[in-house]
């Protein structure tokens, strides 16, 4: 069974930092293109960051660009989402989520995680 | 890309059919088109990829259609659990955009 669990979200201070973790099992992560995604608080869904199966490729929104950095480790089947100068509108659940198919460079996505809240308040 | 969904909201009765639109600002193509459901407090499912076809698991009574800026998603027959928000998604030049969900209630 596929399975994607986020941790290390949690209550940091405007201008603090944290890291995201999500722990894939059930399927062979490497060759999976994987995507963070976030949704504030009664908000829709917003895209954040992409990593392709090698972390060759890396891709950002606009709003994160320059305080976020996704990787991946395909030895510990784990994807993070390193978070910077965090601003009160970065509150939200974030989500990790699969591409579609294997080895895919781009795709819709098919599994994702239960999702980390993250509050960022003084 | 800026995907808009319509209606912001639609009351329909379980056995009911419903149709959701979502319009993309410029044309794109439908390879990466798909619909989402969610429920409060769980994360998203995938629907419909491609503008068309129906994910694993996903019954039939669901289907996708569309090209260029216009694409919809039907529900030929509403069950009580398909009460929820359905959001659009799309690939473009900006990565990855969603549109701002349409919300189907009981009425």
């Known amino acids: 069974e596929v399975q994607l669990v986020e941790s290390g979200g949690g209550l940091v201070k405007p201008g603090g930092s944290l890291r995201l973790s999500c722990a894939a099992s059930g399927f062979t992560f490497r060759t999976y293109t994987m995507n963070w995604v976030r949704q504030a608080p009664g908000k829709g869904l917003e895209w954040v960051s992409y990593?392709?199966?090698?972390?060759?490729?890396?891709y950002y929104a606009d709003s994160v660009k320059g305080r976020f950095t996704i990787s991946r480790d395909n030895a510990k089947n784990s994807l993070y989402l390193e978070m910077t100068s965090l601003r009160a509108e970065d509150t939200a659940v974030y989500y990790c989520a699969r591409v579609l198919a294997e080895m895919a460079t781009i795709g819709n996505f098919d599994y994702w995680g239960q999702g980390t809240l993250v509050t960022v308040s003084s | 890309i800026v995907l808009t969904q319509s209606p912001g909201t639609l009351s329909l009765s379980p056995g009911e059919r419903a149709t959701l639109s979502c319009r993309a600002s410029q044309s794109v193509g439908s390879s990466y088109l798909g619909w989402y459901q969610q429920k409060p407090g769980q994360a998203p499912r995938l629907l419909i990829y491609g503008a068309s076809s129906r994910a694993s698991g996903i019954p039939d009574r669901f289907s996708g259609s569309g090209s260029g800026t216009d694409f919809s998603l039907t529900i030929s027959r509403l069950e009580p659990e398909d009460f929820a928000v359905y959001y659009c998604?799309?690939?473009?030049?900006?990565?990855?955009?969603f549109g701002q969900g349409t919300k189907v209630e009981i009425k």
């Open positions: 998604q799309q690939y473009g030049t900006s990565f990855w955009t």
């Open positions: 990593i392709s199966t090698s972390g060759s490729y890396l």
